[in-house]
């Protein structure tokens, strides 16, 4: 039977705005276990970037509890979730944000050279990753010399640098053609099944979301589904 991973619970998000307060999030709850893929689904600005971030711990949610392997996050001590980020979680975003000025060798060993990895395990780990996602002969270039399928595989390789255990996904392949965007699918798919990491997808692709199996809807701050 497999281990629970990660618990949401009754998770509020709401902002002032020109004097009203708007409720993004109504009280999801929400439960992962290791390995699993879960794609959540909604309307363009129905809050689904901003669950994930909340679930990654890169914004606050108004109440509600995070639980990760059984035990509730500290949402007020932001030394431990830097921590509990850099080790347990990986990010991919639609525009894959990554440094203009490095390599895309560069790019993936930062994380794990922020960690504390050794340079050499680091550059080793980067290689190994970059070759796993069809970049071996492109290590040396910087994002701007990479198409856009190229950088996004980088940002996924830089994404399980540290062996996350979850990795979560916000539009992923948006910016991306139809074949590319599949060749992403694919590698995303082929790391949650080779290393069982388990992986929380928002998406407004609906053929994605089919192929990712469980689905999720966020429709008027709640999750259906």
């Given amino acids: 039977m497999s281990k629970s991973l990660l618990s949401v619970r009754d998770l509020h998000k709401s902002f002032s705005e020109g004097g009203s307060e708007i409720h993004v999030l109504r009280g999801v709850n929400l439960d992962l276990v290791e390995g699993e893929r879960l794609a959540i689904v909604g309307a363009s600005?129905?809050?689904?970037s901003t669950l994930l971030h909340?679930?990654?711990t890169l914004d606050r949610p108004t109440s509600g509890k995070i639980l990760f392997e059984g035990e509730e996050l500290p949402l007020a001590d932001e030394a431990r979730l830097c921590q509990?980020?850099?080790r347990q979680v990986g990010f991919i975003f639609q525009f894959h944000y990554l440094l203009p000025d490095f390599t895309a060798l560069d790019n993936v060993m930062f994380p794990a050279l922020i960690q504390g990895m050794d340079a050499p395990q680091a550059k080793s780990e980067a290689e190994r990753l970059l070759e796993l996602v069809g970049l071996k002969?492109?290590?040396s270039h910087r994002p701007g010399k990479l198409s856009g399928g190229e950088q996004q595989r980088v940002a996924v390789a830089r994404a399980v640098i540290l062996k996350p255990k979850l990795v979560l996904a916000d539009e992923p392949t948006g910016s991306l053609d139809q074949r590319i965007g599949e060749e992403v699918q694919d590698l995303l798919f082929?790391?949650?099944e080779e290393h069982?990491?388990?992986l929380v997808v928002a998406t407004h692709n609906r053929e994605f979301a089919d192929r990712i199996g469980r689905r999720a809807e966020l429709r008027a701050g709640e999750i259906f589904g």
Avoid: D
């Fill in 190 to 192: 082929r790391l949650n």
């Fill in 54 to 56: 909340i679930i990654g």
């Fill in 196 to 198: 069982k990491i388990a």
């Fill in 45 to 48: 600005g129905v809050g689904k």
């Fill in 84 to 86: 509990f980020r850099n």
């Fill in 137 to 139: 002969e492109r290590m």
